[in-house]
Nanobody, 124 residues
Framework: VQLQASGGGLVQAGDSLRLSCAASGGTFSRYTMAWFRQAPGKEREFVSYISWTGDTPLYADSVKGRFTTSRDDAKNTVYLQMNSLKPEDTAVYYC??????????????????WGQGTQVTVSS
């Protein structure tokens, strides 16, 4: 399974971005998909996941109400719509896939596949 993340860029505070993560190989519709991010000098942190079951996505408190995760199983793609961006959202954003049929987890080490990351930079 290969994951290709895209959509990052340089924006100003308050702007929006939509990240995409396209999967190839495997059975995308059976994967719980997640987004993580890593800022310079910091550990990778959980952002959101969306279960293969179609249940409501889960978000980190830091992005709740501003970010929305969705998936299109027909396109093997998961999205992260980011609104009202803040400078503290600056990070490399990674998508990840969990093939275990687990409903969802915040633990990065439980994800089986990872994308290469896309840089999001928010200026103040």
């Amino acid at each position: 399974v290969q994951l290709q993340a895209s959509g990052g860029g340089l924006v100003q505070a308050g702007d929006s971005l939509r990240l995409s993560c396209a999967a190839s190989g495997g059975t995308f519709s059976r994967y719980t998909m997640a987004w993580f991010r890593q800022a310079p000098g910091k550990e990778r942190e959980f952002v959101s996941y969306i279960s293969w079951t179609g249940d409501t996505p889960l978000y980190a408190d830091s992005v709740k109400g501003r970010f929305t995760t969705s998936r299109d199983d027909a396109k093997n793609t998961v999205y992260l719509q980011m609104n009202s961006l803040k400078p503290e959202d600056t990070a490399v954003y990674y998508c990840a896939a969990d093939k275990s049929l687990r409903v969802g987890t915040r633990q990065a080490y439980l994800y089986d596949y990872w994308g290469q990351g896309t840089q999001v930079t928010v200026s103040s």
